[in-house]
């Protein structure tokens, strides 16, 4: 007589019973495995089936250990969720080669406290650090304390958080699978970026006059925005400098480099060249943020009311070069015409290019590390334009 061979056997290993909330993603996958005999069976395709939420897959091979696992997105409905079963099923199978798994609503045990100074209203974002996603990405707003429910557990995440009245922060905590307490150090202090001011352009003291303005818009925008100023202001005359002239009148090159060994150069410094017209702006009133702390503002610029031109080109040192236009509020969008969002004004603390980055390494006590706006580049994404908080 041939032996009868003995049957597969499905079970659960692991993922039965989690708290979940609405819309977010169980912190462990549902695990079965398939035996016969009490040996693990390899290559063979379970089928995962939910009467709410999204399975990723809804079916998986087994490994050589007998395993197959799937994740479990909760509905967004919370009421549903303890009701909700999911169920893993041999593909070759019957119904009763089948097992279920049952989800519940998360305790407060299972969920994250974030903490922030007493009396700081906050608005925060979480996302993936290596790629991010406005869809995936998590918001919150609150004062001093709440316990936060993410929708992911991923190591990567970190948590951008803005306070009015001080500096932005980047976070990247140190994610456990049950609660994190994550304090948010939120600081009060202004970094601030000594500058010089060159002006080649007569005549000096008009020019001047308007140089002192466009620092007062300075201060107005980005201190109580980003709790960055500026100190040291150094404001040289230098219209009557030996080669002054080769910058001065009509048809100027942008960024010419020459202009730095011309005129001078103060390392260490974020250098403003108060120049003549450029070629660029016989059209554009607008400056130019040229890299590296290197800023050129013609007159059509300076003139110009509301006198937010140095504070718009700041702004691009600070956002590491990213193209906008210049209106009265400061910084705009030219494609979706958009205000400043604060993920743009994040970008500060970790772009590359960026004048904190040129000149001090990053906001103090803040995380920094490259990044780039390309989708193909190797270095994680910067915070994008669209990552607004409220």
Not at 2 to 15: C, F, H, I, N, Q
Request: charged share 20%; aromatic share 8%; net charge negative.
């Amino acid at each position: 007589m041939t032996p009868v061979e003995p049957a597969r056997k499905l079970e659960v290993m692991s993922g039965n019973g989690q708290g979940g909330f609405g819309g977010g993603m169980l912190q462990g996958p549902l695990v079965v495995r398939v035996t016969r005999g009490g040996q693990p069976v390899a290559n063979v395709l379970v089928s995962f089936s939910a009467n709410a939420g999204i399975l990723a897959p809804d079916n998986a091979t087994t490994d050589a250990d007998g395993i197959a696992q799937v994740r479990w997105r909760m509905p967004d409905d919370e009421a549903v969720i303890p009701a909700a079963r999911a169920t893993a099923q041999l593909a070759s199978g019957t119904a009763a080669d089948s097992v279920i798994f049952s989800a519940r609503l998360a305790r407060r045990d299972e969920m994250d406290l974030l903490t922030a100074p007493a009396g700081v209203s906050v608005r925060f974002l979480a996302y993936n650090a290596g790629e991010y996603h406005p869809t995936q990405a998590v918001r919150y707003t609150f004062t001093d304390s709440m316990l936060v429910r993410f929708r992911d557990y991923t190591a990567s995440d970190e948590i951008a958080a803005f306070a009015p009245g001080y500096a932005p922060l980047l976070v990247l905590p140190d994610w456990r699978a049950r609660r994190d307490t994550i304090h948010l150090p939120f600081t009060s202090e202004v970094l601030r970026i000594p500058i010089t001011i060159w002006v080649v352009q007569p005549p000096f003291d008009s020019t001047a006059r308007l140089v002192n303005m466009h620092l007062q818009k300075v201060a107005q925008v980005w201190e109580p925005r980003a709790r960055i100023g500026l100190r040291d202001v150094r404001i040289v005359d230098a219209t009557g400098f030996p080669q002054a002239h080769l910058f001065q009148g009509d048809g100027l090159t942008l960024c010419n480099p020459a202009e730095k060994e011309a005129i001078g150069w103060d390392v260490g410094r974020l250098n403003v060249y108060y120049l003549g017209q450029s070629r660029f702006n016989d059209i554009t009133p607008s400056g130019s943020y040229c890299g590296s702390g290197w800023i050129e503002i013609p007159p059509l610029a300076w003139q110009r009311p509301p006198f937010t031109t140095l504070a718009h080109e700041i702004g691009h040192g600070f956002l590491g070069g990213w193209h906008e236009t210049s209106e009265e509020n400061v910084m705009h969008f030219r494609a979706a015409g958009a205000n400043l969002t604060e993920g743009q004004m994040f970008r500060a603390h970790y772009s590359e290019n960026s004048i904190l980055n040129t000149l001090f390494n990053g906001h103090p006590a803040n995380l920094w590390r490259p990044c780039s706006q390309d989708p193909t580049a190797a270095s994680p994404r910067c915070l994008p334009t669209d990552a607004v908080v409220d």
